[in-house]
């Protein structure tokens, strides 16, 4: 039924990044939109027909939630080097000895098209379960032209049959492969002459991202990337100094980025940047509890200068082997001092910007009619409980 008439929810609909309740409220959508939304007791309400009609019973409602940086195409795990880890060796140790990144690399070329699509759809469908609605998929495992191309294919064929937006990102510039020891600039020309190219011609991905570090690229090397990305249309996002201030941030915000992702060791400069260009801050808590960091991303700074934070998972198998967004939200909270109203806005509105999407994320008039129905009352219980939640229903929209 494309009507429906959902009455007597606690709708938080997140306007503007906020709780923004209502209480005892209603939605009415038509063509997957919404088209009022206000108290139960509205005489605006009254006679509509043939509606599909939800009595949400004074539950909580909220937006379907958005997962903004995922890597959730690859093959194989990395509990070995977990392992590792907690014996005393660093992330970046193992990366140098061809672990990390590469070792994923290898796994995923030599998985077939139909084994990366069981396993990446089971950590989508994980996802799912937990009211998320909109998933962007990077890839960054594939690393050579064939391989990045199959593996944005990959997860853009995992749209369909499933209630869920996926939007893709070619993360070309995540690692350099072994084949290319040595030669990392040259590396950087096939991204930036065959990889871009190719994938904005084929319209595989929306967006462009790198990793900008000491074990991946430098700022001079991303620098070229975007300007690639520019090139061809494609709008930019960073994996921005996650383990060392290469001023990554400030580089994002240069190029009018959509996000800047990780930002641990992000400078106040970098932050007044992205304050300038309104750059989404991405927060992945995962990965800084996985990699057992201690340098906190400079929350404060950010809220001070009205820099939008959102939540992912950064899903992948090396530093945030993860699939439930509902922690990460938790995480957020306990380990990064959010509020648990920013950690849901950071799972909602403002995930949805880091994606440069304004038609979800938020539930008002005109916005895609994406809900999710909470066993809960209060929207700090998303952020609350540790571990994953399951909505009693979602309605999403085909
Ligand atoms: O977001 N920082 C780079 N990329 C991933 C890690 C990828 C991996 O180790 O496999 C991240 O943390
Ligand atoms: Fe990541």
């Not at 869920?164 to 072994?178: E, M, S």
């Not at 600039?185 to 084929?202: G, L, N, Q």
């Not at 991905?205 to 090139?231: K, S």
């Not at 996650?242 to 994002?252: N, T, W």
Request: net charge negative.
């Amino acid at each position: 039924m494309d009507r429906i008439l959902l009455t007597h929810g606690r709708i938080a609909t997140m306007r503007g990044g906020r709780y923004d309740l209502i209480e005892d409220g209603a939605l009415y959508a038509e063509g997957g939109r919404i088209r009022w939304i206000g108290p139960t007791g509205s005489s605006e309400l009254s006679d509509r027909a043939e509606v599909e009609r939800i009595d949400a019973k004074g539950a909580l409602v909220t937006p379907l939630l958005v997962d903004c940086h995922t890597h959730l195409v690859y093959a194989g795990n990395r509990a070995r080097e977990y392992e590792m880890r907690l014996e005393g060796a660093s992330y970046e140790q193992i990366a140098k000895m061809g672990g990390g990144i590469a070792s994923t690399m290898r796994a995923t070329r030599d998985a077939s098209d139909w084994e990366l699509s069981a396993q990446t759809g089971k950590r989508l469908d994980a996802l799912v379960a937990e009211g998320v609605g909109t998933v962007e998929i990077k890839s960054g495992y594939g690393l050579d032209v064939e391989n990045e191309l199959r593996c944005l294919r990959i997860a853009r064929g995992l749209e369909r049959g499933r209630a869920v937006h996926v939007r893709t990102t070619l993360l070309g510039a995540h690692a350099l492969p072994p084949e290319f020891k040595g030669r990392a600039d040259d590396y950087v020309r096939v991204v930036c002459e065959e990889m871009i190219p190719a994938v904005a011609r084929e319209k595989l991905a929306d967006a462009v991202d790198a990793f900008c570090e000491g074990i991946a690229f430098t700022p001079e090397q991303v620098r070229r990337v975007f300007e690639a990305a520019r090139d061809n249309g494609l709008p930019v996002k960073l994996h921005a100094d996650q383990l060392s201030d290469l001023h990554g941030a400030a580089l994002a915000a240069e190029f009018g980025a959509l996000s800047a992702d990780h930002l641990e060791y992000t400078n106040g400069e970098g932050i007044a940047a992205m304050a300038k260009a309104g750059t989404v801050a991405v927060m992945l808590p995962g990965a800084f509890h996985f990699l057992r960091e201690t340098r906190l991303p400079p929350v404060e700074a950010l809220r001070k200068q009205g820099v939008r934070m959102a939540v992912a998972t950064d899903s992948n198998p090396g530093t945030s082997p993860t699939t439930s967004l509902t922690l990460m939200m938790h995480l957020a909270c306990s380990l990064f001092g959010l509020t648990p109203e920013e950690a849901l806005a950071g799972a909602t509105s403002h995930g949805a910007a880091a994606l440069g999407l304004a038609d979800r994320g938020e539930l008002d008039v005109g916005k895609r009619a994406e809900f999710a129905v909470w066993d809960a009352e209060e929207p700090a219980e998303l952020a609350y409980g540790i571990g994953p939640k399951r909505p009693i229903l979602t309605r999403y929209p085909q």
